[in-house]
């Protein structure tokens, strides 16, 4: 009988388990894309927080024009009638300044009124009530005339009081004497004799030209004053000199010794481009009211004027129908751009009232150039 094989009870040596294979590189699973996105936006926190930030802003200023633009036009597309609709329900809520008015703001802060200073004597003093008391046709008023009835009764007392006067004045004339004997030895209660009171003898306007308080106005505004003082838009007053003139043209140019903060000038332009019919304002003081101003246009150029008194003979005036009167000398004639183009010099009124009937002139800016110095405007 055949027996079964034996086998040796002893530690044989076994093979180690082979090795994975090795997976290529290429063939590595790899992170999904959502994934690797969300790792971008981690690392660029700041900068997907501007965008973000863009975007709803844009989105939320779309949102009042679209949802409009879908209300009013279903078809997708704006109608030229809904357009006009929306631009005249505008200017209904908010209507536009008018052409003048504008014109008028460009140069408002740089127009001032023109005050000429001297002394009056005491006796002129009631010179003003005079002519108050008369009528337009020269005739004395009614005032005058109750004035003339009391003074012919107060005649029959003067003349009974004549003797105490007599004596009254001899002893004025003592007093005075010694009032002068007294001033002579240099007495302290001597007293002299006031000369008057310093008074406004004329007033016009003026245009400041350059930030510096330079101001061009009308020789006739400024001629004969011992002092001048200009007035600017906020309210500030001040003295100001003389340093130009130019006859010729009736024009002057006198400077502030104080101004105001930030004064800005006119801004000038050319009288060559005027043509008749172009709209103008005219703005200054008439009779010291104001700034005031008055809209018109050009009825002419090259015009020629001679004052009433024939002391000068103007030539190369705008002719112009805006409303001037006395205290619009000196003031600018602006542009409808904002632009002086002239300065008001005068009026003509056949009559002897002196107001304004229609007709105005103005110096061009270029003939004023030559008075103030600087070319070109």
Do not use: C
Request: glycine share 10%.
């Amino acid at each position: 009988m055949k027996k079964a094989a034996l086998y040796s009870s002893s530690a044989t040596s076994r093979t180690p388990p082979p090795e994975p294979p090795e997976i290529p590189p290429e063939t590595a699973p790899r992170t999904p894309l959502r994934a690797r996105i969300t790792a971008w936006f981690e690392r660029r926190d700041r900068v997907t927080l501007f965008f973000g930030s863009v975007v709803l802003a844009a989105l939320l200023a779309a949102t009042p024009a679209l949802v409009v633009w879908h209300q009013q036009s279903p078809s997708g597309e704006l109608q030229q009638e809904e357009i006009d609709a929306a631009v005249l329900h505008t200017l209904e809520l908010q209507p536009l300044p008018s052409r003048a008015a504008k014109a008028a703001e460009l140069v408002r802060q740089s127009v001032v009124r023109v005050n000429g200073w001297a002394v009056v004597p005491a006796d002129d003093d009631d010179s003003d009530d005079d002519a108050k008391d008369s009528n337009k046709d020269g005739s004395p008023g009614k005032d005058r005339k109750e004035r003339g009835e009391r003074k012919a009764g107060k005649d029959a007392k003067k003349d009974s009081a004549k003797d105490t006067k007599k004596e009254s004045a001899k002893n004025r004339a003592k007093d005075r004497s010694k009032d002068k004997s007294a001033a002579a030895k240099g007495k302290p209660d001597a007293q002299e004799k006031p000369e008057g009171k310093e008074r406004i003898v004329s007033t016009g306007s003026g245009v400041v030209i350059l930030e510096n308080g330079t101001i061009l106005t009308n020789l006739h505004v400024v001629a004969g004053a011992k002092r001048l003082t200009v007035t600017f838009s906020d309210g500030m007053e001040s003295d100001a000199t003389i340093v130009g003139m130019h006859p010729e043209n009736d024009l002057a140019v006198i400077r502030a010794k104080k101004i105001p903060d930030d004064l800005p000038p006119a801004t000038m332009g050319a009288s060559g481009r005027l043509k008749p019919g172009d709209e103008v304002v005219a703005v200054g003081f008439p009779f010291g009211i104001g700034p005031s101003v008055s809209a018109g246009v050009v009825s002419g150029l090259g015009r020629e004027f001679r004052s009433p008194k024939g002391q000068r003979n103007l030539t190369g005036l705008i002719q112009f129908d805006a409303a001037a009167n006395s205290g619009n000398s000196g003031g600018p004639l602006v542009t409808m751009e904002g632009e002086v183009v002239g300065i008001v010099t005068a009026i003509l009124n056949p009559t002897r009232a002196g107001t304004f009937i229609g007709i105005g002139f103005a110096v061009t800016i270029e003939g004023a150039g030559m008075t103030v110095g600087i070319a070109p405007f």
